[in-house]
C-alpha cells in the first residue's frame, strides 16, 4: 500500500508540506462534492436520511511486504489502518511496522500513509478521485504524493481501474486493473457469515515510474497479483481474514532489477467496524 524500494536519500519528513498538500486535496474533493447534477442524485433522493459517520479498524499480519510488486522487506510486518467514512468521503491512515530486524529497523513504523478521497456513484457505478502522502519515518527515503482517479462496477465479478500520478517524485503513471469475486458459503454457526474471495490484478508503469522504481528506462506492464482469502464476520462488527498471495513481476527487464521473477506471503487481518 505504499512505495518504496527507491534508492536512499536524504531523509525528508515536512509535516506543513503534508498538512497543506491533504487540505488542498480536501477543500477541492468538498468542492467537486458540492457541484449540483446527475452524480449526486442518489445523495439528493435520500437527503432526509444524511449519511452517518462510519469508522473501520484493522491490524494486519503479513509475513512480507511487497508493494507493485517490490519487495520492501522480506519478513514479517504488521500494518495497522483506520478508515472514517461519511457519504462518499473516506479518510484513511495506514502504517507498515517491521517486526524483525531485517532492514535495521526492528519495533519501528517505516511507512505511513494519509489518504483523502471522494467516491462518486453512478447506479452500479462507483468513480473514486484522490490523494495519497506517503511517509516514510526512521527511514532515509523521500516522502511522496500521488493524484489517483479510478472507475469500479459492481456486478458478479467486479473490476476496477485505478490511474496514479506521482506529482513528487518519480513523477510517473502507474496503472492498475483487477477483478474481485465473492462467494457466500454456507453458514454453520449463528451470527458468522464467511466468504471465499479472490482477486486478480495487474500493474503497468510508465518510463518515469520504472526508472524511479526499479532502474528501468522503459513504459512496462510490470507486475500482478493473485490473492485468495477467506473473510469470517461475526456480527457484522469483527472480521477475520486469512490470505493467501502471490505476485509476479511480468516484464524482463523489471526481473533483471528485482533478482526475482516471483514471491508469495501471507496475511491474516482482524477489522473492527463501529
Request: proline share 6%; glycine share 6%.
Given at each position: 500500500?505504499?512505495?518504496?524500494?527507491?534508492?536512499?536519500?536524504?531523509?525528508?519528513?515536512?509535516?506543513?508540506?503534508?498538512?497543506?498538500?491533504?487540505?488542498?486535496?480536501?477543500?477541492?474533493?468538498t468542492q467537486m462534492a458540492l457541484i449540483p447534477g446527475p452524480a449526486l442524485a442518489d445523495e439528493a433522493a435520500?437527503?432526509?436520511?444524511?449519511?452517518?459517520?462510519?469508522?473501520?479498524?484493522?491490524?494486519?499480519?503479513?509475513?512480507?511486504?511487497?508493494?507493485?510488486?517490490?519487495?520492501?522487506?522480506?519478513?514479517?510486518?504488521?500494518?495497522?489502518?483506520?478508515?472514517?467514512?461519511?457519504?462518499?468521503?473516506?479518510?484513511?491512515?495506514?502504517?507498515?511496522?517491521?517486526?524483525?530486524?531485517?532492514?535495521?529497523h526492528k519495533n519501528k513504523f517505516t511507512e505511513i500513509d494519509?489518504?483523502?478521497?471522494?467516491?462518486?456513484?453512478?447506479?452500479?457505478?462507483s468513480l473514486p478521485v484522490g490523494v495519497i502522502n506517503y511517509q516514510f519515518p526512521n527511514t532515509t527515503f523521500k516522502s511522496t504524493t500521488e493524484l489517483y482517479a479510478g472507475v469500479?462496477?459492481?456486478w458478479l465479478i467486479t473490476p476496477t481501474l485505478k490511474v496514479y500520478q506521482d506529482v513528487e517524485q518519480a513523477h510517473g503513471q502507474y496503472v492498475n486493473l483487477?477483478?474481485?469475486?465473492?462467494?457466500?458459503l454456507p453458514g454453520v454457526v449463528k451470527d458468522v457469515t464467511w466468504q471465499l474471495a479472490a482477486s486478480?490484478?495487474?500493474?503497468?508503469?510508465?518510463?518515469?515510474?520504472?526508472?524511479?522504481y526499479w532502474g528501468v528506462d522503459s513504459d512496462a506492464f510490470s507486475d500482478s497479483q493473485l490473492t485468495i482469502g477467506l473473510p469470517i464476520k461475526i456480527k457484522d462488527t469483527v472480521t477475520i481474514t486469512p490470505s493467501f498471495n502471490q505476485v509476479w513481476l511480468l516484464d524482463s527487464k523489471i526481473k533483471d532489477a528485482a533478482g526475482y521473477d516471483s514471491k508469495n506471503y501471507y496475511g491474516l487481518t482482524l477489522s473492527v467496524s463501529f
Amino acid at each position: 500500500m505504499g512505495p518504496p524500494g527507491r534508492p536512499p536519500a536524504k531523509r525528508e519528513f515536512i509535516m506543513k508540506k503534508l498538512v497543506y498538500t491533504l487540505a488542498l486535496a480536501l477543500g477541492l474533493l468538498t468542492q467537486m462534492a458540492l457541484i449540483p447534477g446527475p452524480a449526486l442524485a442518489d445523495e439528493a433522493a435520500s437527503a432526509d436520511k444524511p449519511p452517518q459517520w462510519k469508522v473501520d479498524a484493522s491490524a494486519a499480519f503479513v509475513s512480507k511486504y511487497i508493494w507493485r510488486g517490490i519487495m520492501q522487506i522480506n519478513d514479517p510486518a504488521l500494518q495497522p489502518s483506520m478508515n472514517i467514512n461519511k457519504g462518499g468521503f473516506t479518510f484513511n491512515v495506514w502504517g507498515s511496522y517491521d517486526l524483525t530486524d531485517k532492514n535495521n529497523h526492528k519495533n519501528k513504523f517505516t511507512e505511513i500513509d494519509l489518504t483523502a478521497e471522494y467516491a462518486f456513484s453512478f447506479g452500479d457505478f462507483s468513480l473514486p478521485v484522490g490523494v495519497i502522502n506517503y511517509q516514510f519515518p526512521n527511514t532515509t527515503f523521500k516522502s511522496t504524493t500521488e493524484l489517483y482517479a479510478g472507475v469500479t462496477y459492481n456486478w458478479l465479478i467486479t473490476p476496477t481501474l485505478k490511474v496514479y500520478q506521482d506529482v513528487e517524485q518519480a513523477h510517473g503513471q502507474y496503472v492498475n486493473l483487477s477483478l474481485a469475486y465473492a462467494y457466500d458459503l454456507p453458514g454453520v454457526v449463528k451470527d458468522v457469515t464467511w466468504q471465499l474471495a479472490a482477486s486478480l490484478a495487474g500493474g503497468w508503469s510508465s518510463k518515469d515510474d520504472n526508472k524511479y522504481y526499479w532502474g528501468v528506462d522503459s513504459d512496462a506492464f510490470s507486475d500482478s497479483q493473485l490473492t485468495i482469502g477467506l473473510p469470517i464476520k461475526i456480527k457484522d462488527t469483527v472480521t477475520i481474514t486469512p490470505s493467501f498471495n502471490q505476485v509476479w513481476l511480468l516484464d524482463s527487464k523489471i526481473k533483471d532489477a528485482a533478482g526475482y521473477d516471483s514471491k508469495n506471503y501471507y496475511g491474516l487481518t482482524l477489522s473492527v467496524s463501529f
